[in-house]
């Protein structure tokens, strides 16, 4: 039988998640025994055409040329992963989606007319169907692992979705929120990336995202009203402070995005 | 005159997407373009409005394989300003966070994305099928740098625990002395590194280059030093506070990167700027294994860089392993300080050269102005001449080969794309 083959694909991005997989280390050379990696530029010149079986989409939509792309890879690909914030949910650079974009155009560039660039950075999933998506940024190397075994035992992937915290108390770290009065995100966000800052003694900044509380039951968000509320209450923070703390890396979600513009609702 | 075009689709293993374009009249060059079209991402726009203490998870969010240049650029920019004082232990613990990320980029770049070029293959994968064990030395390496990332800051990729004054926690020397066993392994490993890539075979192509790297009194620059630029006698130094009166930004049509200059000429940047400039400041046991690897100094082959990488990759090795041996646990991990308002800027050596930051913050802290140049915005143009000089000696062949001859240049700079925008689809047209 023919190995499965493999490609990565790369959008509006910083490269982190697809470094993810050149740093798989030894199994780096496991995963090219079991699959043929057929279009991976970062990592090889020979640049094979699909169709595939596995594509791995990194970063977001963000200019003209990639919804015509995006579409393309759909087309050539039976299992289309998105792997990381950007991909999954536009990612950091969809706080433009929020301003106003010409304006950012200018603070950069000194002749914004060369620059051609959509207005907004979006998911992949808002331009075509995506069969899985791994969170985090970046995506975190055992998730990987767990969905690319999954894959070639031919099962779909499953991960969990659940709240930040569980993890974060398993690991028996002191409440970022409670005992050093730190906006921790942590209730709010998906699980995935190891409780790396209450490690650190840091609030959590929700680099995996929104937590879906939807397995087993139906589709449940986490409330992060609640928590921001929490945040004016508890920690009294300025309206401005809890915008910014919702608006980093997953603007663009629900329930993040809502949280981000309640000012704006609230003047309506 | 007879008239041809050649696409390529995109430069292979480099960091980021773009493309060259080259056009011929004959003989003569028209065009040589490096063409980035990773596309913009804004972060110097979104850094408006932000405090100060989000800065180092947001920049490091611009690169995923050098996240903590970008971090440390920042830090040290903010630090100037609020006159932080930093214990002597955080400002090594720093050093070995650089020296984490030195390894694990230099790692990469050597045997995964460089070494293809010399050995004839497509990837490192390839190379795998005949020389397992080179490919896995490689991998190991790697893995040695990801540790020393994950061990201060949570993971290798975007790490957690950097903030202006310090870091919001700091390692036992228990956890430290655990990664000493495998540092041990990797001084070897780079020292057989730096003998494999002396050996390999590099194309004639010397140039008189303008390097520009940091200086500094004592160390192998990673956070600190005035900016250095090689001239014909002594080399010229630059306050990090004046780099703007020095290098300038300019935009050009054909890409989403700034391009940036010294004194309007190109200059270069990283591994081999760096070694050139700071040889006399490498550890002892990175000096010798230069010396026995016989290369004469400085190097003016862009194609050396390779071997500056090597060096480097067993420098930071060595100096890591330095740090922990002498590493006492600091009584504080982050220093206090007052916010105040004002201008700072800071510059650090990232693994591909230098990163300049400078931000303006008022009295609440929030960032009023961001201005980032990357190491590649201040390479783009260097490599574009490269390719005008190499063009005449490869013209005669197919395109196909000129196409790689030239791919063969880009990458001895180990662009990073991702970075920049704010690489490589090659199109090639003759006329």
Same mark, same amino acid.
């Given at each position: 039988m023919a190995k499965p083959r493999l490609a990565v694909f790369k959008f509006a991005s910083c490269d982190g998640c697809q470094l993810s997989v050149l740093s798989l280390e030894e199994d780096l050379l496991i995963l090219d025994e079991a699959v =043929?990696?057929?279009?991976?530029p970062e990592a090889s010149s020979n640049m094979q055409p699909g169709p595939y079986d596995v594509a791995l989409v990194e970063g977001s939509?963000?200019?003209?040329?990639h919804i015509h792309q995006i579409a393309a890879i759909r087309e050539q690909s039976k299992v289309l992963i998105t792997i990381g914030a950007c991909a999954t949910?536009?990612?950091?650079?969809?706080?433009?989606?929020?301003?106003d974009a010409d304006h950012f155009t200018k603070v950069v560039y000194?002749?914004?007319?060369y620059i051609e660039s959509l207005s907004t950075s979006t998911p992949v999933s808002e331009h075509v169907k995506v069969d899985f998506e791994l969170w985090g940024c970046p995506i975190d190397k055992a998730q990987l692992r767990h969905v690319l075994s999954d894959l070639l035992a031919g099962v779909m992937p499953r991960l969990p979705g659940q709240s930040l915290c569980l993890e974060c108390k398993r690991q028996g770290h002191a409440c970022v929120l409670v005992a050093k009065g730190e906006p921790c995100l942590g209730p709010v966000t998906r699980t995935g990336c190891g409780a790396i800052c209450p490690a650190m003694g840091k609030a959590c900044y929700?680099?995996?995202?929104p937590a879906d509380l939807?397995?087993?039951? =139906?589709r449940e968000q986490a409330n992060a009203a609640s928590l921001a509320e929490r945040f004016t209450t508890?920690?009294?923070?300025?309206e401005d402070e809890i915008r910014r703390r919702f608006q980093l890396?997953?603007?663009?979600?629900?329930p993040f995005k809502e949280i981000g513009r309640r000012d704006e609702e609230q003047e309506r | 005159m007879s008239s041809r075009t050649i696409h390529v689709d995109m430069v292979a293993r480099v960091e980021g997407e773009g493309a060259l374009n080259v056009e011929l009249e004959g003989d003569a060059i028209r065009h040589v373009q490096l063409n980035?079209?990773?596309?913009?991402?804004?972060f110097e726009a979104f850094?408006?409005?932000?405090h100060f203490s989000e800065v180092p998870d947001i920049v490091?969010?611009?690169?995923?394989?050098?996240?903590v240049a970008y971090q440390m650029s920042a830090v040290h920019a903010f630090e100037k300003l609020f006159d932080v004082g930093i214990d002597p232990e955080v400002r090594r613990l720093r050093r070995l966070l650089y020296c984490g990320e030195w390894i694990e980029s230099h790692a990469l770049h050597i045997y995964?994305?460089?070494?293809p070029d010399f050995l004839g293959f497509d990837s490192a994968l390839e190379i795998s099928r005949t020389a397992p064990d080179v490919v896995k030395r490689g991998l190991r390496l790697k893995k040695v740098g990801d540790a020393i990332l994950k061990t201060l800051?949570?993971?290798?990729?975007?790490?957690?625990?950097?903030?202006?004054?310090?870091?919001s926690r700091v390692p036992s020397k228990q956890a430290l002395t655990k990664l000493l066993d495998d540092l041990h392994w990797a001084r070897d490993a780079a020292v057989e590194t730096v003998h494999w890539v002396a050996g390999l075979e590099f194309p004639d192509f010397d140039l008189p280059y303008t390097f520009a790297a940091l200086k500094h009194g004592e160390e192998?620059?990673?956070?600190?030093g005035n900016i250095a630029v090689s001239g014909p006698d002594d080399d010229v130094l630059i306050p990090v506070a004046g780099f703007e009166q020095h290098f300038e930004e300019h935009q050009v049509a054909h890409s989403n990167a700034l391009q940036c200059h010294y004194h309007g000429k190109p200059y270069f940047v990283g591994p081999l700027a760096r070694l050139n400039i700071?040889?006399?400041?490498?550890?002892p046991l990175a000096a010798s294994t230069l010396a026995i690897a016989g290369l004469a100094l400085p190097?003016?082959?862009?194609?050396h860089s390779i071997v500056a990488r090597a060096v480097e990759l067993l420098e930071a090795v060595v100096e890591a392993i330095d740090i922990i041996e002498g590493y006492t646990p600091p009584d504080r991990a982050a220093a206090d300080f007052k916010v105040r308002a004002g201008e700072c800027m800071a510059a650090t050596e990232a693994p591909r050269g230098v990163l300049y930051h400078r931000y303006v913050v008022d009295a609440d802290g929030l960032v009023k102005e961001a201005k980032i140049v990357p190491p590649t915005s201040q390479n783009q143009t260097r490599i574009e001449e490269d390719i005008r000089v190499l063009l005449p000696s490869v013209i005669d062949r197919d395109n196909a080969e000129v196409a790689h001859a030239c791919e063969r240049v880009i990458r001895c700079y180990d662009p990073c794309i991702s970075c920049a925008t704010h690489f490589l689809r090659l199109t090639m047209s003759r006329h």
């Open positions: =043929d990696i057929a279009y991976f939509i963000s200019t003209p040329e949910a536009g990612g950091i650079q969809a706080l433009r989606n929020w301003a000194t002749n914004p007319e929700s680099c995996f995202g939807s397995f087993p039951h =139906d508890g920690l009294m923070m300025s890396i997953y603007s663009y979600m629900s | 980035i079209f990773e596309p913009p991402r804004f850094l408006q409005g932000r490091a969010r611009i690169c995923g394989i050098c996240p995964l994305l460089h070494a800051g949570g993971r290798a990729v975007h790490p957690v625990s950097v903030c202006v004054g310090g870091f192998y620059p990673f956070n600190e700071n040889h006399g400041r490498l550890h190097l003016t082959n862009p194609f």
